[in-house]
Structure formats: structure tokens, C-alpha cells
T-cell receptor
Framework: GAVVSQHPSRVICKSGTSVKIECRSLDFQATTMFWYRQFPKQSLMLMAT?????????EQGVEKDKFLINHASLTLSTLTVTSAHPEDSSFYIC????????????FGDGTRLSIL | AQSVTQLGSHVSVSEGALVLLRCNYS??????LFWYVQYPNQGLQLLLKYTTGATLVKGINGFEAEFKKSETSFHLTKPSAHMSDAAEYFCAVTDTGRRALTFGSGTRLQVQP
């Protein structure tokens, strides 16, 4: 149980393109989803916290107009990187959890974004 | 504010040897602690977690960790390393007020034949 599906797994596109990444909880309802960014050989950095039906909470330094997050249902959150540039190239990982605080987050397999 | 320190960005052990990955945390409230493993180009898989109760927690793949409040540590161990254990390991902490995880910088485990 507790499977999180992230799609696509890899994206290569030209600079200026907008890219949408989907994160789905397949067998549970996720009250909260998180979006992380991971640079090569570095740790995960939280970008934003997404609660179903409300606006995402962005971490300091993360541009909300650049990284649009929509959490339309209890099983789906999307991250759209708008007008992507080479510096946006990274590994993006989502996670989802139910509301109880002592329940762990379940992670997707990540999306490798490469902007040419 | 919370933080996690993982001592040693790279650890190399021989197959069959003891694995010890160190994690120290800082938290002003009782922490919830986690260890995750990441294989190349994949997401994170939960190894084990500590929330409350028994301080020695057992996880998957033969790993275990002990929460030591006096030392603010949550070191990960495995008695005998296997080649398949080679991966990146992340220690993470959250508190009772936030739900996001704060990750350590990670430790890459290499297992030599």
C-alpha cells in the first residue's frame, strides 16, 4: 500500500517551455502533498506544501509564479514549471501523506527535468 | 527551527561488515525521526521511523536505528552489509507542529565485495 505515482519520470525540453509534473496517491487519500527539489549529489529541499482545496505554502526563496502548484483532489497534485530555463533543471520529487502526524511521507519516483 | 546533520557524506564498508550511518538532529520539541534510502534516479523509500515508544526501531532490509535523546542522535545500523545496500541514505526530522520533513545532507554507502 501507500503508493505515490509521479509522472513523467523524465522531461527534456527547450528553454521557455512550461512543464507539468503530476503526483498521484494511488491507494490512499493524501491530505497533504509536498514538492521537493534535489540538485545533483545534494539533499532534498522543500519547495512547497500543498493541501487539497487550498493554496500551496511556498518556502522562502521559491517563486510561486514560477512553480505553480495545484492540489485539485485528495489524490492529485501538480507542479507546473512555467517558462523553464536551464537553471530549473533538477530532480523534482513529490511526497504525500495522510493527516496523522506520525504517519510517514510516501515519495514518488521523481522527475528528472532537463532544460536545454 | 530543526536541523539534521549526517556525519560522513561517503561511507564504504566491505560486504558482511557492520554498517553505521550517523545522524544527529536539533529540535526544540520532541522529534519524529526517519531514515530513507534513495537509489539512483528514484524517489525515497522509507526504511524506518521513530515517533514515540520504543527507542530501538527496526526497519526493512535488516536495518535498525536507536533514538538517543541525551545524544540527540538517531544512528542507522545493519549488522551485515549486502551489495544491494549500496545507495544514498537520508535522515529526516519533523516535529509535532509541522508536517514537512527536514532532511540531512545524505550519506552515500558503498559496499565493497
Amino acid at each position: 500500500g501507500a503508493v505515490v505515482s509521479q509522472h513523467p519520470s523524465r522531461v527534456i525540453c527547450k528553454s521557455g517551455t512550461s512543464v507539468k509534473i503530476e503526483c498521484r496517491s494511488l491507494d490512499f487519500q493524501a491530505t497533504t502533498m509536498f514538492w521537493y527539489r534535489q540538485f545533483p549529489k545534494q539533499s532534498l529541499m522543500l519547495m512547497a506544501t500543498s493541501n487539497e482545496g487550498s493554496k500551496a505554502t511556498y518556502e522562502q526563496g521559491v517563486e510561486k509564479d514560477k512553480f505553480l502548484i495545484n492540489h485539485a483532489s485528495l489524490t492529485l497534485s501538480t507542479l507546473t514549471v512555467t517558462s523553464a530555463h536551464p537553471e530549473d533543471s533538477s530532480f523534482y520529487i513529490c511526497s504525500a501523506k495522510v493527516g496523522s502526524l506520525n504517519q510517514p511521507q510516501h515519495f514518488g519516483d521523481g522527475t528528472r527535468l532537463s532544460i536545454l | 527551527a530543526q536541523s539534521v546533520t549526517q556525519l560522513g557524506s561517503h561511507v564504504s564498508v566491505s560486504e558482511g561488515a557492520l554498517v553505521l550511518l550517523r545522524c544527529n538532529y536539533s529540535s526544540s520539541v520532541p522529534p519524529y525521526l526517519f531514515w530513507y534510502v534513495q537509489y539512483p534516479n528514484q524517489g525515497l523509500q522509507l526504511l524506518l521511523k521513530y515517533t514515540t515508544g520504543a527507542t530501538l526501531v527496526k526497519g526493512i532490509n535488516g536495518f535498525e536505528a536507536e533514538f538517543k535523546k541525551s545524544e540527540t542522535s538517531f544512528h542507522l545500523t545493519k549488522p551485515s552489509a549486502h551489495m544491494s545496500d549500496a545507495a544514498e541514505y537520508f535522515c529526516a526530522v519533523t516535529d509535532t507542529g509541522r508536517r514537512a520533513l527536514t532532511f540531512g545532507s545524505g550519506t552515500r554507502l558503498q559496499v565493497q565485495p
